[in-house]
């Protein structure tokens, strides 16, 4: 029988990570998948476990000058409802799982599997969310695109909980996301693109465009965003084919049971030109 930890502080949480490497666990939809070894055999674990799922201080949502704070126990359905959260970013966590499975699931989790098909993500890294990281004696804030090393793999160190998510206080005047699975509801992702955009009196003040499950980490470039601000909506129709040459160069998917890599990537070609076509000029 594996050891439990069920904290009643964030405190009292730290102090025991502080001592004892453990598993963290919050929803446990992800980790209860992954250990899983067959019907009838309880899910293995080489660690102690320690729920943070119920703590309080991870849980709240709110906002001050820095911006949006979201608990790292926030569960998907809290933040659906939540005034607070942006539009779009609802939009995305609507189209994830399934009610059951939103309650449970929390957006610590989904961040710290470090899945390219994890579908909060494409929202944290267009807007340079940033994730806050507690120990006992240090707090460290570091944006999304460094946290996330590689698939499976964050830089958060044994003894740090992901304590919060600080997004900006933004809602933008374009938004288009897109999720294509094996059908509507339920389903893991093939290919996804978030794209949104600024439009005041036709021009492009501010523009982003990610991509998830094509590549292996979120597909994001600063880069190629900032050769479109300042240009004129109209403009962007006209410079949509270059702009989907350099994303094919950045988009590297494989090919594994949900889809084909050539799939892939010419479905999200296909749907940066759509978002670019089909920005509005209010
Ligand atoms: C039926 C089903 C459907 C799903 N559909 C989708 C989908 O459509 N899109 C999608 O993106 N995902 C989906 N998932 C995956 C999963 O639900 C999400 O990734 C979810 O957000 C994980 O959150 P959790 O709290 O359950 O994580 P857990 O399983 O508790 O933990 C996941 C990882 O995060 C770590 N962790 C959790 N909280 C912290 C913290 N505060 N500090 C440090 N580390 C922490 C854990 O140690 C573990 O490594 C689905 C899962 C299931 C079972």
Redesign the pocket.
């Known amino acids: 029988m594996v050891k439990a930890y069920r904290p009643n502080t964030l405190t009292e949480a730290l102090e025991i990570l502080s001592t004892e490497k453990c598993?963290?666990?919050?929803?446990?939809?992800?980790?209860?998948?992954q250990r899983a070894r067959g019907s009838a055999v309880l899910p293995g674990f080489d660690r102690p476990l320690m729920f943070?799922?119920h703590l309080k201080e991870?849980q709240k949502i709110y906002q001050d000058e820095e911006g949006i704070h979201i608990g790292?126990?926030a569960i998907?359905t809290d933040m659906m409802e939540h005034e607070l959260i942006p539009g779009i970013f609802k939009e995305m966590i609507g189209q994830?799982?399934?009610p059951p499975?939103r309650n449970?699931?929390?957006?610590?989790?989904?961040i710290?599997?470090a899945?390219p098909?994890?579908?909060?993500l494409p929202y944290l890294y267009a807007v340079n969310a940033q994730i806050v990281l507690q120990s006992t004696d240090q707090k460290r804030i570091i944006a999304t695109r460094d946290f996330i090393i590689s698939p499976k793999k964050t830089c958060?160190k044994p003894d740090e909980?992901?304590?919060k998510i600080i997004i900006p206080a933004k809602e933008y005047s374009n938004n288009y996301y897109r999720k294509l699975g094996q059908r509507k509801g339920?389903s893991?992702?093939k290919v996804s693109l978030l794209g949104m955009a600024d439009v005041v009196d036709g021009n492009i003040l501010d523009l982003h465009i990610a991509l998830g499950s094509v590549a292996a980490s979120i597909v994001h470039s600063p880069k190629i965003e900032k050769s479109m601000i300042s240009k004129k909506a109209g403009e962007i129709k006209e410079m949509a084919e270059e702009i989907v040459k350099q994303y094919a160069d950045l988009i590297r998917p494989i090919d594994d049971a949900r889809s084909t890599a050539i799939y892939r990537k010419k479905a999200s070609l296909r749907l940066i030109k759509d978002f670019m076509e089909n920005i509005s000029q209010e």
């Open positions: 598993t963290i666990m919050a929803g446990g939809t992800d980790l209860m998948v943070v799922g991870l790292a126990a998907l994830m799982a399934s499975t449970m699931a929390t957006i610590a989790g989904n710290c599997n899945s098909a994890g579908d909060t958060i909980i992901l304590v339920m893991l992702t």
